[in-house]
């Protein structure tokens, strides 16, 4: 071997210098959760002098805690790369030096030795947000919770449709817009269309719009919410709600890119990423020959289940000090006393993240100017309800019910809320339909030249 060669055996970079290379934080552990070396980013994301960090357990870094991720709840990336030998992506929660949470998402991949076996694991760190500075998006940190947000920052910057399944009330669309805020669209327009609400017509004519002289009333040309949200994302709610015909338009546009407004000859092209969401059994409605097969599969490119809230309850104070904080006057009651976090998470919430704002804002009013104590929290009486549902549910109702369905009408809205006493989440349950349809229903009704109280 020359003096050349040795020289360049000499001159080769070192861990340390090669792992400088990347901008963001990036560490290399090894199976006893012992830092081995860090990058300049990662020492200087976590307050950390040069030679500090190695020797340490990376859960006292960044988890400020004195065992892995994984007994707290938590799947643990090194585990999980040391067991399967497999790269995995994972979202944590992880502390600043300043012991402020902030949502990172982990990119851990396996370093083998030279018999192929996983020797040390490599982590790159990339941090999102810090929660309490996302006020409009997701609020969450249990395991269950971390879990779809995980899912969601791999999406996100997709192109790919998204279906989000969950019970009434988890939050749908507040996912939606988070999935929007972190994709390359985020800076285009995110737009809403509630297919619970319409009926067969009105959907189309909002989907699609139409010419002028379309039909009786069409006195101008109008764009749709395809166009709308030309660029950007349209959030499909109660997809389930959608009539076949449609179904088949929708399906239409999302294979060709285009649309053709209502009368008129010409296509139009439409770059749109579309994000559908329902509370009912898409599989069932397609087995049952109520949801195209094909639509449903083009749909469901990437299904997201949003766990309900019974299943995060973690993340019931958290939420509810959310709202507080965006409350008139709330703020004052934050942080919650012990008493009120005991009631509160002696609840199962059957009408989810919807149910526990309505809550807190009753208990808001109920507290008025004094401090928020357990008697202002008022929890549904389970066995009431069911006898006061029972109760609601007269022949002549469920019949217009089968007749609708799934088409809500003014008349019915009326009596649903009489029959449940102006209870809007009892009412919702009777009609089928969500709350948050209910909500835009209401909404509609209380428009000028229309009902006025509601």
């Known amino acids: 071997m020359d003096n050349d060669s040795d020289n360049l055996i000499q001159d080769k970079p070192s861990c340390e210098q090669l792992i400088d290379i990347m901008p963001g934080p990036f560490v290399i552990i090894d199976r006893d959760y012992r830092i081995v070396a860090a990058n300049t980013a990662y020492q200087r994301h976590y307050g950390a002098e040069p030679g500090e960090l190695v020797g340490r357990r990376c859960h006292e870094v960044s988890h400020h805690s004195d065992v892995p991720c994984s007994q707290h709840g938590e799947q643990c990336p090194l585990e999980a790369v040391f067991q399967s030998g497999k790269p995995t992506q994972v979202m944590h929660i992880h502390y600043d030096p300043h012991n402020h949470e902030e949502y990172v998402q982990l990119q851990a991949s396996p370093i083998l030795d030279a018999a192929g076996e996983v020797r040390y694991m490599g982590e790159y760190i990339h941090v999102l947000s810090q929660p309490d500075k996302e006020e409009n998006l997701l609020v969450g940190r249990s395991p269950a919770f971390l879990r779809m947000a995980s899912l969601l920052q791999r999406v996100a910057p997709t192109a790919s449709t998204v279906l989000l399944l969950g019970e009434s009330g988890v939050g749908k669309e507040k996912v939606a817009e988070y999935i929007h805020h972190y994709s390359e669209r985020r800076d285009k327009p995110f737009v809403v269309v509630d297919c619970g609400t319409l009926g067969e017509s009105l959907i189309e004519s909002e989907l699609f719009g139409y010419e002028k002289g379309a039909f009786t009333g069409a006195t101008a040309r109008k764009h749709g919410l395809f166009e709308a949200a030309n660029g950007g994302t349209l959030f499909i709610d109660e997809i389930c709600e959608l009539p076949l015909p449609l179904q088949t338009k929708l399906l239409r546009a999302l294979e060709s890119g285009t649309i053709r407004r209502i009368g008129g000859n ?189």
């Not at 000090?321 to 409350?327: K, Q, R, Y």
């Not at 059957?350 to 008025?368: D, K, Q, Y």
């Not at 029959?419 to 835009?440: C, F, I, N, P």
Request: glycine share 4%.
């Open 266 to 454: 010409e296509y139009i092209n439409v770059d749109v990423r579309i994000i559908a969401a329902t509370n009912r059994d898409m599989q069932q409605m397609v087995s049952e020959g109520a949801f195209r097969q094909d639509l449903y599969y083009r749909l469901s490119a990437f299904p997201v289940k949003i766990p309900p809230l019974r299943q995060r309850k973690d993340d019931i104070v958290a939420l509810a000090e959310h709202f507080l904080a965006h409350m008139p006057e709330g703020e004052r009651h934050i942080p919650l006393s012990s008493e009120v976090i005991e009631k509160l998470l002696s609840y199962d919430y059957p009408g989810n993240v919807r149910e526990l704002r309505n809550i807190i804002e009753r208990a808001m009013i109920l507290a008025c100017d004094d401090i928020l104590r357990p008697d202002h929290i008022v929890l549904e009486d389970r066995e009431l309800l069911r006898e006061q549902e029972a109760r609601a549910y007269s022949p002549e109702l469920t019949e217009q019910l089968v007749r609708r369905r799934g088409r809500l009408t003014d008349e019915l809205v009326l009596e649903a809320l009489e029959k449940t006493a102006g209870h809007r989440s009892r009412a919702a349950r009777l009609l089928g339909v969500s709350e948050r349809t209910l909500y835009r229903h209401i909404r509609r009704l209380r428009e000028p030249g229309r009902l006025q109280e509601v």
